[in-house]
T-cell receptor
Framework: GQQVMQIPQYQHVQEGEDFTTYCNSS?????IQWYKQRPGGHPVFLIQ?????EVKKQKRLTFQFGEAKKNSSLHITATQTTDVGTYFC???????????FGSGTRLLVRP | GAVVSQHPSWVICKSGTSVKIECRSL??????MFWYRQFPKQSLMLMAT?????????EQGVEKDKFLINHASLTLSTLTVTSAHPEDSSFYIC??????????FGSGTRLTVV
């Protein structure tokens, strides 16, 4: 079946260090979205990538969509304690309207 | 931006009873609504997809008789957990979408069955 895998499962960094989470799909995606979920909260939409090789930036966050549209990454530069949470990628498969979530990466930041 | 309201935000019920969760798109008409379930420290698992006026499409392994979905209008979908048991305790989240609106998530419902 359709699978979206994400690594690492969790990462513990010192404040100021960089962080990256990777997302891989077993099938080609029409687009990929990234969400952040704080403990006890619901997923909050961060960004959507549609084009092959697309790169988007939001302040300290950089999002990339692979050339084959099967993988993506989120990179946070100089993490802050406010970055704590679980980051999910979610892929929209070609010819489908169902959003399939990756397994998530839990980020912990030591002050 | 698009807003989706989900109610209740949390509920505790006795084993064997039924619980209804509502999902409303407040400022747009949602062509499709999705229901997800999330167990602690796990990802969101898609349970079912519902379109207004038609039967919901359930993902493999999700019991349609246990998780009743009604999508009576373009702004409201409900999920009823029937004869709830402790193993149904989870975080249930709805999402709504429409052309040019992307996917908007509700704030979730934390269900605890005792």
């Amino acid at each position: 079946g359709q699978q979206v895998m994400q690594i690492p499962q969790y990462q513990h960094v010192q404040e100021g260090e960089d962080f990256t989470t990777y997302c891989n799909s077993s099938t080609t995606l029409s687009n990929i979205q990234w969400y952040k979920q704080r403990p006890g909260g619901h997923p909050v939409f961060l960004i959507q990538l549609v084009k092959s090789g697309e790169v988007k930036k939001q302040k300290r966050l950089t999002f990339q969509f692979g050339e084959a549209k099967k993988n993506s990454s989120l990179h946070i530069t100089a993490t802050q304690t406010t970055d704590v949470g679980t980051y999910f990628c979610a892929g929209l498969m070609d010819s489908s309207y169902k959003l399939i979530f990756g397994s998530g990466t839990r980020l912990l930041v030591r002050p | 931006g698009a807003v989706v309201s989900q109610h209740p935000s949390w509920v505790i019920c006795k084993s064997g009873t039924s619980v209804k969760i509502e999902c409303r798109s407040l400022d747009f008409q949602a062509t499709t609504m999705f229901w997800y379930r999330q167990f602690p420290k796990q990802s969101l698992m898609l349970m079912a997809t519902s379109n207004e006026g038609s039967k919901a499409t359930y993902e493999q392994g999700v019991e349609k008789d246990k998780f009743l979905i009604n999508h009576a209008s373009l702004t409201l979908s409900t999920l009823t957990v029937t004869s709830a048991h402790p193993e149904d305790s989870s975080f249930y989240i709805c999402s709504a979408t429409a052309f040019n609106y992307g996917y908007t998530f509700g704030s979730g419902t934390r269900l605890t069955v005792v």
